[in-house]
């Protein structure tokens, strides 16, 4: 089974970039049919150097959460996805989309959860004084990133980080996560209706 996966971003898209190069080996089970973003972001030039279709819905276009989630979900739903992956989307995602695609929505995040969840993951490990954080997968549900975990792994902090090269050093273990979770989804060693249950 080849997976339908449309990848949603804010940013760079470091983690689609990853995903995007593993599925141009043709024995690879999962191709991304679509890019999203809730901004302009920079991640979006992927599409074009990977031949792959983007779209925008802009967070800022609508007046509030709930009318941009709608408009998502109809736009994700136009590609058919077996998976939606939330990759760096800075934003969470309102309870529609949630019930839309959930379990068959995933997200990456740089701590291991359910140690500090929110969008300043890697800042709060530093705060914290912590000698090790890690890198996450999750299927995504209504908490702030309390889902069910797929797949984790300690990263450790090391004396002198900042949170750029930190964060540096969670995102090769992030890829890792998100590739072979995409591998054992496709190839039924990984049920995530099960794991949500």
Do not use: C
Not at 8 to 26: F, H, K, M, P, V
Not at 45 to 51: C, K, Q, S, T, V
Not at 104 to 120: C, D, K, M, R, S
């Amino acid at each position: 089974m080849v997976l339908k996966l449309v990848v949603l971003i804010s940013g760079t898209g470091s983690n689609l970039r990853s995903l995007l190069e593993a599925s141009q080996d043709a024995q690879f089970p999962a191709r991304v049919v679509a890019i999203g973003a809730d901004r302009d972001a920079d991640g979006l030039a992927l599409g074009e150097e990977f031949g792959i279709p983007t779209f925008t819905v802009p967070f800022t276009a609508f007046p509030d959460r709930e009318a941009w989630g709608t408009e998502l979900i109809a736009q994700v739903r136009l590609w058919e996805p077996d998976l939606v992956i939330l990759s760096g989307l800075m934003r969470l995602v309102p309870a529609a989309v949630v019930d839309a695609f959930s379990p068959h929505l995933i997200n990456t995040h740089p701590a291991y959860l359910p140690e500090f969840p929110g969008a300043h993951g890697v800042r709060d490990a530093l705060a914290a004084g912590v000698d090790q954080t890690g890198a996450s997968l999750i299927v995504v549900d209504n908490s702030v990133d309390g889902g069910p975990i797929i797949a984790q792994e300690r990263v450790p902090v090391l004396p002198g980080d900042t949170e750029s090269s930190l964060h540096d050093r969670i995102k090769p273990v992030e890829r890792r996560l998100l590739i072979q979770a995409v591998l054992d989804i496709a190839n039924s060693h990984l049920d995530l209706k099960e794991l949500a249950r």
